[in-house]
């Protein structure tokens, strides 16, 4: 036990050492603002309970051009397009956040119901509206980004993007079944009709990916390249799908296979894009909680993750800068950070459950080595760090005012009723020196540079972009602390 203590004691005198003194946040706020957020990323038509009133409806054509209805979903970030392979993925985090801390969201459990189902009706029309066929997008990016106007606005073509067996996608489809069938299973008691249909969609949708194998990004090039190829390849997406329906179903035919993909990667993040670590504490789940012999394998494999992330492990291949947040890509770092964190708290919770702890060579890991590390960077997040800046928009006294955002930063509908054009919301808009007008309550932005820098500029897309999948990661930890330390 010294060791572990001696883990969270140098890890904290390092912080002492540069200013930090640890107060906690009001977590409960940050969780019912993490879950707000995403009605601003809604597409279709808005309910009456829609409380980010700046947005109206949009996209309310959507799958006309292939005469089918895609509309609702998310828009992934601060553009008008549905990509759906983050979209999957931010629905299949959020139902996991549910699952594992529902019991602690309090009067949140009902709007993270509501996030989740925003998702999942939209997904499931993408896979039932055409036999043979999963849809997989709508917009084209291309065009999109070359304009700056509010998604009710739109008037860029709503371009259909599919996969089918000609043209696979393991991938997304493998995704999209992953998502379905942890959805499944936060219905279960509430609906038990719409589990079902979850869960029966989810079954087709990963027997499509299983037999029709092939990379989404080789089958529709510029139509989701470079915005989310699937650098990893679709293997983990399989993994992930069966693991889901493992989870979802208890049913061997799943854990046959995803024993029969063999050995995978041992990656030290876990994204959008690349889902092994997530497997692992995934599965790892049952080593632990059930003491089943079968699944030691995944349990080893995410204790080797963690080795790989805690800041005092021999092993470790993560970057931390000078205010003690987790550094791994310049691009959207805080993508990482939350999904990270997810895992940490997480694994931890299974740890606390049996009372386990594992060595990463010399070094002992309690529960709360991983829950240290994990709060730092939540704490990080919500403003505990160097420039005092909150990374959650509407948190706290300072969060970035100009994020890049079309919706926000563009006058709404109701201030300004005439239509804003493609190129017209460039000037005097985007390169407004000025706070955007609309408040995205809630969201994360891509954080800040290796040296704790923030400029808080609309054009640096790469800090300042908010991203469903950087905010359906942070729900988990927040309900936790929010619990145990608000």
């Not at 079309?406 to 390169?431: M, N």
């Not at 809630?442 to 999948?469: K, L, W």
């Amino acid at each position: 036990m010294r060791r572990g203590a001696s883990f969270c004691l140098l890890f904290s005198l390092s912080l002492a050492l540069l200013g930090f003194v640890h107060a906690n946040p009001n977590y409960k706020d940050a969780l019912a603002k993490s879950i707000l957020f995403f009605q601003g990323q809604r597409s279709g038509r808005l309910p009456r309970s829609q409380q980010l009133a700046w947005r109206s409806d949009s996209g309310l054509s959507d799958g006309l051009f292939a005469h089918v209805d895609l509309t609702g979903g998310y828009y992934d970030a601060g553009d008008n397009v549905k990509f759906n392979f983050p979209m999957a993925f931010t629905t299949t985090m959020l139902s996991w956040s549910t699952l594992e801390y529902g019991k602690r969201m309090g009067p949140e459990l009902p709007n993270a119901r509501a996030a989740i189902r925003w998702a999942t009706d939209y997904l499931l029309k993408c896979a039932t509206a055409t036999p043979g066929k999963l849809y997989v997008g709508v917009g084209d990016p291309n065009v999109d980004h070359k304009c700056w106007e509010r998604p009710e606005d739109m008037d860029t073509a709503r371009t259909v993007f599919s996969v089918s067996a000609r043209s696979p996608g393991s991938d997304v489809a493998g995704e999209t079944a992953a998502a379905l069938a942890a959805a499944s299973m936060v219905f279960r008691k509430v609906d038990r009709k719409y589990s079902a249909l979850l869960l029966r969609t989810a079954r087709k949708v990963f027997q499509f990916a299983m037999q029709y194998q092939g990379a989404y990004s080789d089958s529709l090039g510029s139509a989701v390249c470079p915005f989310y190829c699937s650098y990893s390849g679709y293997k983990d997406e399989l993994l992930w799908g069966a693991a889901w329906l493992f989870r979802a179903t208890n049913e061997m035919s799943y854990y046959n296979i995803f024993k029969s993909l063999g050995a995978d990667d041992q990656p030290d993040l876990f994204s959008w894009d690349n889902k092994y670590a997530g497997v692992h504490v995934l599965l790892s789940r049952r080593a632990l909680l059930n003491n089943d012999k079968n699944f030691e394998q995944f349990e080893g494999e995410a204790e080797s993750f963690m080795c790989r992330i805690l800041p005092n492990s021999p092993y470790k291949t993560t970057q931390y800068t000078q205010g003690g947040l987790m550094y791994k890509l310049p691009e959207s770092n805080l993508q990482y950070v939350t999904s990270i964190t997810f895992l940490l708290t997480t694994y931890a919770k299974y740890m606390k459950a049996t009372r386990h702890t594992f060595n990463c060579g010399n070094l002992l890991v309690t529960p709360n080595s991983l829950l240290y590390v994990a709060k730092r960077q939540v704490d990080y997040i919500l403003g505990e760090n160097p420039i005092r800046m909150s990374y959650m928009v509407g948190f706290g006294p300072n969060f970035p005012k100009r994020i890049h955002h079309r919706g926000s930063s563009l006058p709404s509908l109701a201030s300004h009723p005439q239509a804003i054009g493609c190129d017209s919301g460039f000037e005097p808009f985007f390169h407004s020196a000025n706070p955007n007008p609309n408040i995205l309550t809630g969201a994360i932005v891509g954080g800040p540079n290796q040296n704790d820098g923030y400029p808080d500029e609309r054009s640096d897309y790469s800090h300042s972009e908010p991203a469903t999948y950087i905010n359906a990661a942070m729900v988990g930890p927040l309900a936790y602390f929010a619990a145990t330390l608000n």
